[in-house]
């Protein structure tokens, strides 16, 4: 379903990725882990169309996606949730889902929003709070959301677990698994490498901006040099 | 009774200046800079109708309006196409002197074709009802009214709609607000559109007030600013209540020390503002517009 052939892109001067091949199957999870730097994140920025490829192609179904902006994008059914600073804390959690309303009709957006209140009922209370005054488990769920309100093909999801405790870490891979299992693809940056490659169909080793390793999720969790430099043991 | 005279007198100029005021702190929340050209779509909203009010046009004053508010959109969206569009990746400084030097080139432009002498617009106007001692002139009437409407307007738009999420979104964060799919490029346009109108109807409704002069809107321009930093930077219901304050403080003032040293309250205010209170009245460490 999503191709990158051989992509090279940075920052400036910087080439961040080299002659990168990442290929995501439909329906699949598929997880990159790598140390810092290694260009993990911009691959997600350059699938997202924030970063423009200097080389190589993005294929989404065939089509050659690599020039197309993040609005474009989206209407093509690729979502991207970066990491941290991911809801606008100074709208309201209903004002924040309302802005999926660019791209679905209000009656849709009403459907559709009974199904988040169902995913997390401690919603419910909050939908007219500030989403700065959530904390950061409970604003990555609300970023989560828009999945469920957009309903994409391909999700780019980076460190869902950024700074979250590990029992809403749990919490937010489950969601994502039983989001999978409804037929998304997730394209998945983990700094926790355990946690990314447990749930992952398959997985990418990245190095500096290189595909370094690539097997299935279990493949690469018993690999003993994935396990030396990744899993700590 | 000459106390709230002077009091009601400063709420109906506050009013005024607190439309300014918006329209910069929208500009500033969304494009990160101060527009010192702001002054000058005010002074280009009141000569505007003067322009169409005049030949070859000659159009009845309150017909003129209309045209006048489209020309001071089209200076606004002018400016932002072609200076600050280019500029938008270089520092804030950077765009901050562009707009001082813009407002220079529009206001030279004012005097180039109206003349630097004072003007006021040929109109019966200025009668006022009595209440129970009480003077308000139509014209009062009228800023009143206006600021009202435009504020009421201003707040469904920015809480009831698409367009007005869409443009919190883009003030919070621009990158998130790319990422998010919404349109940044029309909310741009948009911005500088309410900002125009506000500018531009508020510019004649105090021109009606006074008179036209080419340099009124640096006066106006420092007056929004000071309103701005009393409201805290950002704060569209800030800029209202500090247009409010800067308003009341100047016309109470008149009371105390002589009328010509009325703008003197401005500067004062801003020199305090900056130095005891900076993040203003309703400011706090998460910026964006509420």
């Known amino acids: ?233 | 009774m000459y106390y709230l005279q002077l009091f009601i007198n400063g709420i109906v100029a506050g009013g005024v200046y607190a439309l300014f005021a918006v329209g910069l702190t929208m500009v500033y929340s969304v494009f990160r800079f101060i527009n010192f050209a702001h002054g000058e779509l005010i002074a280009w909203g009141a000569y505007g109708v003067l322009l169409f009010a005049s030949p070859p046009f000659s159009l009845p004053l309150w017909l003129s309006v209309f045209p006048a508010i489209l020309l001071v959109i089209a200076i606004a969206l002018l400016q932002n196409h072609m200076v600050f569009a280019p500029l938008r990746n270089s520092q804030p400084v950077t765009l901050l002197i562009a707009s001082i030097g813009l407002s220079f080139l529009l206001r030279s432009g004012l005097q180039l074709y109206f003349g630097s002498d004072l003007h006021s617009y040929q109109t019966s106007f200025y009668e006022s009802i009595d209440l129970g001692g009480l003077m308000i002139s139509y014209v009062q009437l009228a800023m009143l009214c206006l600021s009202i409407l435009f504020f009421v307007i201003l707040h469904l738009l920015l809480s009831k709609t698409l367009t007005g999420k869409s443009m919190r979104a883009v003030s919070d964060s621009m990158e998130l607000a790319g990422i998010y799919g919404i349109p940044t490029r029309k909310v741009s346009v948009f911005v500088w559109i309410i900002s125009a109108v506000f500018a531009a109807s508020g510019g004649f409704l105090l021109a009606l007030d006074t008179s036209l002069d080419p340099m009124m809107g640096l006066t106006f321009m420092i007056k929004s600013f000071a309103a701005v930093l009393l409201g805290g930077v950002g704060n569209v219901w800030g800029a209202l209540l500090g247009g409010l304050c800067i308003g009341i403080i100047e016309n109470m003032g008149t009371a105390f020390i002589s009328p010509g040293y009325k703008d003197l309250t401005a500067f004062v205010l801003i020199i305090v503002i900056l130095l005891f209170r900076p993040q203003g009245i309703l400011g706090s460490t998460i910026r964006g517009v509420r």
Not at chain 1, 43 to 60: E, I, N, S
């Open chain 1, 1 to 233: 379903m999503l191709k990158l052939e051989s992509i090279t892109a940075g920052y400036g001067e910087l080439t961040v990725l080299s002659e990168l091949n990442i290929v995501v199957n439909k329906g699949e999870t598929v997880c990159l882990i790598g140390p810092n730097g290694a260009g993990k994140s911009t691959v997600l920025r350059v699938v997202a169309g924030q970063l423009l490829p200097t080389k190589g192609k993005v294929l989404f179904n065939n089509q050659d996606i690599s020039r197309t902006d993040c609005t474009h994008k989206i209407e093509q059914g690729i979502l991207f949730v970066p990491q941290g600073r991911n809801v606008f804390p100074s709208l309201s959690l209903l004002e924040n889902l309302n802005l999926c309303q660019i791209f679905i009709s209000e009656s849709l957006f009403q459907e559709r929003l009974d199904t988040v209140l169902t995913t997390f009922p401690w919603m419910k209370e909050k939908l007219h709070s500030p989403a700065g005054s959530l904390s950061g488990g409970l604003r990555q769920m609300l970023a989560l959301s828009r999945i469920f309100l957009l309903k994409p093909k391909l999700v780019l999801l980076d460190e869902p677990s950024l700074g979250l405790s590990p029992l809403v870490v749990d919490d937010i891979f489950s969601t994502i698994s039983t989001l999978n299992q409804q037929g998304i693809s997730f394209l998945l940056v983990e700094q926790n490498a355990r946690k990314g490659l447990s749930v992952a169909n398959r997985g990418y080793v990245l190095e500096s901006g290189q595909n370094r390793l690539t097997g299935s999720g279990q493949e690469l969790l018993v690999n003993s040099e994935v396990t030396r430099l990744y899993l700590g043991g």
